[in-house]
């Protein structure tokens, strides 16, 4: 490791799974409200394909923003624990603004 241990990548890991778990949990919405709106007579029928559509990519967002975090913590791999920062800014964009400059300004702690 290049520089001193600073407080910054394990904040910035935390906020990442935080965030990628919270777009899980989003997808986990999408997925039962579009299963629950075919059984409803008068929902629209584009609805319920509209929230599956939205649910594939928000679950790619969440494992990558999760996987980032886990980089973070570990302090390894600043590319991928940068994309993880970037990609949890989509579930929570406090949370991922917050882990993007984190991971930005402690990029001489990882491997």
Do not use: H
């Not at 899980?24 to 709106?37: A, E, H, P, R, S």
């Not at 494992?63 to 913590?73: H, N, P, R, S, T």
């Amino acid at each position: 490791m290049a520089g001193k241990k600073t407080w910054m990548p394990m904040a910035a890991g935390i906020l990442d799974i935080v965030a990628g778990s919270l777009g899980l949990i989003g997808v986990c919405g999408l997925t039962i409200g579009g299963g629950v709106m075919r059984m409803i007579p008068d929902v629209p029928r584009f609805l319920p394909p509209l929230f599956m559509g939205l649910a594939i990519p928000l679950a790619i967002v969440g494992i990558l923003a999760i996987v980032g975090g886990i980089y973070a913590l570990q302090r390894k791999n600043w590319g991928m624990a940068l994309a993880g920062s970037i990609a949890a800014f989509f579930p929570s964009w406090v949370l991922g603004i917050a882990a993007i400059v984190f991971t930005a300004l402690s990029k001489n702690e990882f491997e």
